[in-house]
C-alpha cells in the first residue's frame, strides 16, 4: 500500500461515521506512545488520551496524519456505534480439529435457533472475519473474548478493529461485504449481555455480599493495579496471575467473570506492548484455568 491509498483508506471509514486512529505502519499495535510513558504534553497534556479518545471523525487531522506516515488503520468500534463480532483461527500450536470462530458461530447460532443478517464484512490477513454490526440504541457494549464461544471475541467499547486497506507482513484487511453493517440482532446482544447464571437472587446477594465485605472489590482494584504498572517483560505474566487470581472470586461467585474480563482488559490497554486481543486471550485463559481448578459456588436449579 502506497501512503495515499492508506489515507483514501483511512477516509473510507470517515466517510461512514467511525472514529479512526492511526496504527503502526505495517501493524496491529496503536501508533503513538503507552500510557506508561506520556509526556503529557501536546495532545495530551490534559492527561493521556487512549487511542479510543484520540479517534477521529475529522478529515483534516486525518489527512495530516496519514500524509506524514504510511500508517494502518484503527477504528475505535465503541464512538463509532459498532459492534465487531471476530472470529479467529486456532492458532497453530492449539490442538489439530479445533473449531474456528467461524464453526463456533454456527454452532451458536443453531443452538439459539437464529441466523445472522447479512453484514459488513472483512477478512484479516490470517484468514479470520470482522462482521460488522451496529450496536444497539441507548447501549454501551463492552469487548467480550471468548464469551460467545471458542475464539469469537467482540469489539466494542474499549477495543478496536484493524480496518480494510491496513496490512501486516501476513498480507492485508479486505472487505469481503461491503452493504452497511447491519443492526445487532436482539438474540446476539442478549447472549453478550446475559450475566452469567444465577442471574437472580443469588447473583444480587453474591454483588451486595461483595460490597458489604470489600474483599473482592479491593482484590480486583489491586490487581487492575499491578497490571496497569506493570513493566516490559513481566506485563504477560503479570496478567496471567491476576486473572488466575481473579478467577478463584469468579469461580466461588464474589465476582462477575464479565466485569473482571473487562477491569483486567482496560488495565492492559492503557499499558500494551502487542494486540488487545492478544492480552484479552491471556485473561481468559488465566480466568479459565481457575474456574477449572477452584471450587465452583452451587448454583440454585
Ligand atoms: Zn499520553
Redesign the pocket.
Known sequence: MTSLALLAAALEPVSRGWHVFPLRPGDKRPA??A?R????T???AG???KPEQRATLDRDLVVSAWTTQPYNIGVATGPSGLLVVDLDLPKSEEQEGAPDGATSLQALCERARQTLPSTYQVRTPSGGRHLYFTQPAGMRLHSTAGRLGPRIDTRGWGGYVVAPGSTTPRGAYTVTNDRPPAALPDWLCDTLTARPRPQSAEYAMANSMKCRSGYSAAALRAEVRNVATAPDGTRNAVLLRAARALGRLVASGDLPREEVEEALSRAVAGNATEPQRYYDDVIARGLDWSIAHNPQRRTAA
Request: a neutral charge.
Open positions: 503513538g506512545h500510557e510513558l506520556c509526556p503529557g501536546g495532545r495530551c492527561g493521556h488520551l
